[in-house]
């Protein structure tokens, strides 16, 4: 029987840990090779409630733009890094 959302969900949430913003914060201080991206649509998420340098990449195409096996002008390229910490908002 096939998975379901709310049980791939729950595998990803005990694999992730989350932080709060001020953690996430104090580690792109700490980190300046990590990155944060904004996965809500862009046009609604106005630029006064976006974080200084936040990568816009929508929660439906971040797997396609971070697929290394996808044709390259799909993917991001500063996502191709696997060891550079990601923070997702």
Known sequence: MAKSWMDMVTE???QVDGITPTE????????????LI??????PVPETDRAPDVLMISLGTLPIRADLEVPEPLRDPRLKDRSRKVITT
């Open 12 to 14: 990803a949430k005990a």
């Open 24 to 35: 996430a914060h104090q580690s792109l201080q700490d980190d300046q090779d990590a990155i």
């Open 38 to 43: 904004e996965v809500r649509d862009a046009a």
